[in-house]
């Protein structure tokens, strides 16, 4: 079955550590995304790639980077510089302006 | 910059009634639109597109209609079930920039 696949489910990490969450996905999509949703809150977009080896900060890139060496994966880093990382991270992909489908998310606690 | 809003926050209606989610945007330029589905702790499940072309796209129970002049969506959910509770949000897709504005959802229950 293609789909999207976001690990770990759940992640705990110390304040000034940095950490990365894996997603990959084999539904051959060009575009992958990373949001973060607070609760009670809408996602927001960190970082988006429409093709492999290039990448464009969304709304709150600060204190995140990522990278896109092949299509079917696009790791995103939490450094010590984010100031509340703690969250739920949702992955998505898509073709061109299609729909997006989204991974179960990884959640994020830094103590 | 696009602003998405969705009212109410929360509904809450007993089961078998029919019901209306509302999505409106402030830039009604050539956007395609998508709702989505969350139950508490998962990811987002895809319930309908609508392309900037299409006025309204329809799914078993489910509605959503379009109207780029107003700026607004709207999901008719018919005959609710108490299976249909979750936090519904509506997202608005820039086919050219590739990016989407998601809004913050409206949580629905549905009481047996």
């Known amino acids: 079955d293609g789909g999207i696949t976001q690990s770990p489910k759940y992640l705990f990490r110390k304040e000034g550590q940095n950490v990365t969450l894996s997603c990959e996905q084999n539904?051959?999509?060009?575009?992958m995304y990373w949001y973060r949703q607070d609760p009670g809150q809408g996602l927001r977009l960190i970082y988006y790639s429409q093709i492999v080896n290039d990448f464009q900060k969304g709304d709150i890139a600060e204190g995140y980077s990522v990278s896109r060496e092949k299509k079917e994966s696009f790791p995103l880093t939490v450094t010590s510089a984010q100031k509340n990382p703690t969250a739920f991270y949702l992955c998505?992909?898509?073709?061109?302006?299609?729909?997006?489908?989204f991974g179960n998310g990884t959640r994020l606690t830094v103590t | 910059k696009q602003e998405v809003t969705q009212i109410p926050a929360a509904l809450s209606v007993p089961e078998g009634e029919n019901l209306v989610l509302n999505c409106s945007f402030t830039d009604s330029a050539i956007y395609n639109l998508q709702w989505f589905r969350q139950d508490p702790g998962k990811g987002l499940t895809s319930l309908l597109l609508?392309?900037?072309?299409?006025r309204e796209q329809t799914s078993g129970r489910l509605n959503a209609s379009l109207d780029k002049s107003s700026g607004r969506s709207t999901l008719y959910i018919a005959a609710s079930q108490p299976g249909d509770s979750a936090t519904y949000l509506c997202a608005v897709i820039d086919t050219n920039a590739g990016k989407s504005t998601f809004g913050d959802g409206t949580t629905l229950t549905v009481k047996p």
């Open positions: 998505a992909s898509s073709i061109g302006g299609g729909p997006l489908h």
């Open positions: 539904l051959n999509h060009d575009a």
């Open positions: 609508i392309q900037s072309s299409q």
